[in-house]
Nanobody, 130 residues
Framework: HVQLVESGGGSVQAGGSLRLSCGGF?????????MAWFRQAPGKEREAVAT????????YYADSVKGRFTIPQDNAENTVFLQLNNLAPEDTAMYYC??????????????????????WGQGTQVTVSS
């Protein structure tokens, strides 16, 4: 069965950086799929951070992280990353990797279509202190 495994969370001071990793296991190669990072802070709803569409490598970012976060991927290793730079206390949250392996839709990937993400990792905590 499909598994997504995140790593790389931790505690940093404001202005610092972290790199999260998400390894995908248990699925065969697909030409078109969408990988995403979401986050959820205590008492808040889950929000999309960034997505990447496999065919062409198009990336999409929430306004709150544009210019600070990037979402590179390594297709050969079935791994997607989230590079978090210039972190702020409001970035503190549990970060989740998610995958839409079934729709193949670039449009849904670009709009962070939550129902399309049917596979989720267990989450990794990011804590930013001021």
């Amino acid at each position: 069965h499909v598994q997504l495994v995140e790593s790389g969370g931790g505690s940093v001071q404001a202005g610092g950086s972290l790199r999260l990793s998400c390894g995908g296991f248990g699925y065969t190669y697909r030409n078109r799929y969408c990988m995403a990072w979401f986050r959820q802070a205590p008492g808040k709803e889950r929000e999309a951070v960034a997505t990447i569409y496999s065919a062409g490598g198009n990336t999409y970012y929430a306004d709150s992280v544009k210019g600070r976060f990037t979402i590179p991927q390594d297709n050969a290793e079935n791994t997607v990353f989230l590079q978090l730079n210039n972190l702020a206390p409001e970035d503190t949250a549990m970060y989740y990797c998610a995958a839409d392996l079934d729709s193949g839709s670039k449009r849904l990937c670009s709009i962070f279509f939550l129902p399309g993400f049917t596979y989720w990792g267990q989450g990794t905590q990011v804590t930013v202190s001021s």
